[in-house]
């Protein structure tokens, strides 16, 4: 068990170190109908690197975002800068050939190229350093696995080796480092971009959802409050696309979350990037707090909605964190969602073959801030008309029999279990059962309800039943949320949409 002191210092709420104690620029809301060349929806990486490329090239664009800029997924990631994404190249070669698992590689690497070279070029002050990676094993069972990746280094012209140890005192007994990767502050390298953005007379908009496009003479961007944005193509980087068109891209991909600690460790951690490979995984690598190398502990990942009481997850980390390296503080905890399609390359490109104006970036399964580097440079190619090596690799069109389809049908028919428990079941609390700062699924005139109980004793109630598809909702215990477990909606508790692919939030039930 982890210890009763370092339990106290548990943040009781969850908290992005990176946008702690940084300020970021704000922005309105969109208020009037206004025209551009390009609209992009979604203000993480792929949205202000696309828009900074674009008005480089002096296109007129604007950017929204449904919340404040740099706020969801880009602002909750390890912010690691790397092309090893896990055991994946084995993988890709059997499924894809040698050819396309190079491109993956080599994509990946060109992003991480354009950061550093991006960071230099503005002298951005924003913590990078450069930091071999390793995937790592403590089960007999997977050293095989390590090996096969080792080779497909090897065959795919990846610098790195494989090794019995690693530069950190933990338990080793195979490892596989890729040389010469990267990590940085993602929000101070992004706000510099922004800056820039801005500069190039792009219009900037927060607090502004984007809930449809309509299509004709001209394509039109709607948000929730009616206004609109006129233009000639548009960029969905919201993460989950927010418009479909007809890519049925919910029954495509599957969405995760994974948690991230952020410690004062009592051993000095020298330094590098680390991730086990075996379930529960681990991350490790530091990062710069007033000049102090802290320590962030990451993994834990599991399907949203689904599983343990999610706080458990952040104990666990805890947990391995003091057994590891200890903790002399623990400063933030915070949690991510992640895509992944079903055959784990992200899908960049045009959102079908009929909509060719209309382009999407999604699926990056944990490793956004290459993958998203890449399908700025990708889409903005793309709408300057200029060649792109990786085009046919990303193309969200495309459909690979192995394995997609036993990707989908294992992925669906989880969908619909969930979708009929939630149907099935009784809760037995009601109301009057909450504790202070709880939350639970409880019954309300006898149906179905959830409700949150906030430390000033305020009760917010809401219809448990999810605005996508219908799935029923599941508490958040670690986040306080309400979360699908059928296609990974999450909302406030006031019912407030978080993360799509739910456009309309839950409604509120009264007793």
Not at 104 to 112: D, I, W
Not at 134 to 161: C, F, H, P, Q, V
């Amino acid at each position: 068990m982890f210890s009763e002191n370092a339990s106290q210092h548990m943040p009781q709420f969850p908290e992005s170190f990176w946008r702690s104690n940084l300020e970021l620029p704000s922005f309105p809301k969109l208020e009037k109908d206004i025209e551009v060349d390009i609209s992009i929806v979604g203000g993480g990486i792929v949205g202000i690197t696309s828009a900074n490329l674009l008005g480089k090239a002096g296109i007129k664009v604007a950017l929204i975002d449904a919340g404040k800029i740099l706020s969801g997924t880009t602002g909750h990631t390890t912010a690691k800068i790397t092309a090893q994404h896990g055991l994946i190249y084995h993988e890709l070669m059997e499924h894809f050939g040698l050819e396309k698992a190079r491109g993956y590689y080599e994509a990946n690497m060109s992003a991480l190229h354009f950061i550093r070279d991006t960071v230099l070029r503005h002298q951005i002050e924003c913590d990078f350093t450069e930091e071999d990676a390793y995937l790592y094993t403590n089960t007999d069972s997977y050293i095989s696995k390590l090996e096969r990746e080792m080779e497909a280094y090897e065959k795919l012209g990846i610098e790195g080796d494989y090794r019995n140890s690693i530069p950190i005192d933990i338990p080793v007994k195979a490892a596989v480092r890729m040389n010469a990767q990267g990590q940085f502050h993602p929000l101070k390298y992004l706000k510099k971009l922004l800056e820039e953005t801005e500069h190039q007379g792009a219009e900037i908009f927060e607090n502004t959802t984007a809930v449809d496009i309509e299509q004709g003479n001209e394509i039109k961007v709607v948000a929730r409050n009616g206004c609109t944005i006129s233009c000639k193509q548009v960029v969905i980087a919201s993460h989950y696309p927010f418009y479909d068109g007809a890519g049925f891209y919910f029954a495509r991909m599957y969405p995760e979350r994974s948690y991230l600690l952020a410690v004062k460790p009592q051993k000095t951690f020298s330094g590098g990037m680390y991730l086990m490979v075996e379930e529960p995984t681990r991350s490790l690598r530091y990062t710069l707090c007033d000049n102090e190398k802290i320590l962030l502990v990451g993994g834990e990942r599991h399907k949203t909605g689904q599983g343990i009481s999610t706080i458990h997850h952040y104990e666990a980390l805890q947990k391995y964190a003091e057994e590891t390296f200890g903790i002399n503080e623990f400063l933030y905890r915070w949690s991510a969602q992640d895509w992944t399609t079903s055959d784990k390359v992200p899908f960049i490109g045009r959102i079908t073959s009929e909509k060719p104006n209309i382009y999407v970036a999604t699926g990056f399964r944990k490793w956004g801030m290459t993958n998203g580097t890449a399908a700025a440079r990708l889409i903005s190619d793309l709408i300057l008309e200029k060649p792109n090596p990786y085009e046919e690799l990303f193309t969200p069109s495309r459909f690979n029999v192995d394995p997609s389809v036993k990707t989908l049908i294992r992925e669906n028919t989880n969908v619909a279990g969930h979708l009929l428990k939630g149907k099935w079941e009784s809760p037995l609390k009601t109301v009057d059962d909450l504790q202070t700062d709880e939350g639970s699924v409880i019954r309300v005139n006898g149906k179905r309800a959830g409700a949150y109980k906030d430390k000033n004793q305020n009760v917010y109630m809401v219809d448990t039943t999810c605005r996508h598809m219908g799935c029923e909702v599941e508490w958040n215990s670690g986040d306080r949320t309400w979360d699908c477990p059928c296609h990974g909606s999450r909302y406030s508790v006031t019912g407030e949409v978080l993360e799509g692919p739910a456009k309309q939030p839950l409604n509120k039930v009264e007793e």
